[in-house]
């Protein structure tokens, strides 16, 4: 029985105007039943009783219930038609069946109320409800056949009726009303949907330009110390073999820091979920590491330190490495320079690096190539802290890098 049930109210679904019409058949088969079993109950009673034409009567039953076919479609149009078509029948024609006739009404008060644009609804339904009950009192209280009717029945049949019609407005009201929030609930749903969707993109994107900038660190520093020891160890390794040997040393111990670092990155994201327990993020404590590797080759550099070093934060820790680290990677790849200078100065407020080199090379550079994107993870590690990066020849000649990070919640 259930699943019976639930069959003819999915078809009802997929069909609603099918359905509508078959509920409009309904009415009218039973508005003519009732009309003739209350006619042949009157001439039982009345032997003198004369109903109205049947053909008048038959269509102005049809004209209360045959447009209810069309409710959801048009609904204003079906309860104006019904009301039209009821006012005629009982006050022209004379139909003397007052059920199924009032239940039409009632279904096309509810289709309106529920189906009927916002704009016209209350206007059009105060006055069909308004001619409906307008003619239910005039019969109660005027018409011929209320005349033996005491003014507590009669007021008791026109509070009825005003129940009976009214009902249905609110009804329609109240499911119009919960199903217009379930549509605001299930757009509000998707539109939660789509922005976890898109903040999921955002951190996806965000964790990729990290991994990306954390990449580009580890590989492009590492790789061009072995190109730069690759090319002195080439240069003196018939005059100077000792040297050459030093270089090529220097070069394995890049390669293993390189395999090192890249083994330790890839794993952490292997184990996204879990504690990344091999080597630490590197920090300023390892500048002077950093330096020695960088001053392996060709090029000399100086680090001074200026002010006096603390704690810092330690995502402000490696994004200031990285920032050092990525300067000598160009200074090495793109100058021509012999020295460079490394300056990190703690003042009140804020942390700044400066890296510069008397190269005259790098203004050649293109922007696209590696060392570009270089300059771009720069900036982005600078952003990071709401700091800022500056870079650019220097007037004196050669290439500077500028980075200043606020200290704001920083210092640990």
Not at 10 to 24: F, G
Not at 35 to 48: G, I, K, L, T, Y
Not at 66 to 93: C, D, E, N, Q
Not at 366 to 386: C, D, F, K, N, Y
Request: include cysteine.
């Amino acid at each position: 029985m259930k699943d019976l049930a639930r069959r003819a109210q999915a078809m009802m679904r997929r069909h609603p105007t099918a359905a509508d019409a078959a509920l409009a058949l309904l009415f009218a088969t039973a508005a003519l039943v009732s009309v003739e079993a209350f006619s042949d109950q009157m001439r039982h009673f009345d032997p003198n009783f004369d109903p109205p034409g049947r053909v008048v009567a038959t269509l102005a039953l049809l004209g209360m219930s045959l447009p209810l076919a069309w409710r959801r479609r048009a609904p204003f149009s079906v309860v104006v038609a019904v009301v039209v078509a009821f006012l005629v029948g009982r006050i022209v024609v004379g139909v003397t069946e007052a059920s199924v006739t009032i239940l039409a009404g009632s279904l096309a008060i509810y289709s309106a109320a529920l189906h009927g644009r916002r704009r016209f609804r209350t206007l059009v339904l105060t006055l069909c409800l308004g001619a409906l009950l307008g003619e239910v009192a005039r019969e109660v209280f005027f018409a011929a056949s209320a005349a033996d009717l005491n003014p507590l029945a009669q007021s008791f049949i026109l509070a009825f009726n005003v129940v009976v019609l009214s009902l249905p407005w609110v009804l329609g009201a109240v499911i119009r009303s919960l199903r217009e929030h379930d549509r605001e609930l299930a757009d509000r749903a998707a539109e939660l949907q789509r922005e976890r969707e898109e903040n999921a993109r955002q951190a996806v994107f965000a964790e990729r330009v990290r991994i990306a900038r954390e990449l580009h660190d580890v590989v492009a520093h590492h790789v061009s110390v072995m190109g730069v020891q690759a090319g002195a160890a080439r240069r003196v390794m018939e005059r100077q073999p000792d040297k050459a040997a030093e270089a090529l040393s220097s070069i394995e111990m890049s390669s293993r820091q390189a395999v090192l670092e890249l083994d330790r990155l890839l794993g952490f994201l292997r184990r996204a979920d879990e504690v990344d327990d091999l080597a630490p993020q590197p920090g300023l404590a390892q500048l002077g590491d950093l330096v020695a590797q960088a001053a392996q080759g060709e090029l000399t550099v100086d680090l001074s330190i200026e002010g006096d070093p603390r704690p810092l934060s330690p995502t402000l820790e490696v994004s200031a490495y990285r920032v050092i680290q990525e300067a000598l990677t160009n200074t090495r790849k793109h100058s021509d320079g012999a020295t460079a200078t490394v300056r990190v100065r703690y003042g009140p407020a804020t942390l700044e690096v400066e890296i510069l080199d008397n190269g005259t090379g790098r203004s050649e550079r293109p922007m696209g190539s590696e060392a570009g994107h270089g300059l771009i993870g720069m900036r982005e590690r600078a952003t990071l802290h709401g700091g800022h990066l500056r870079t650019g020849p220097r007037p004196e000649g050669g290439f500077g890098v500028l980075a200043t990070f606020p200290l704001n919640g920083s210092v640990l």
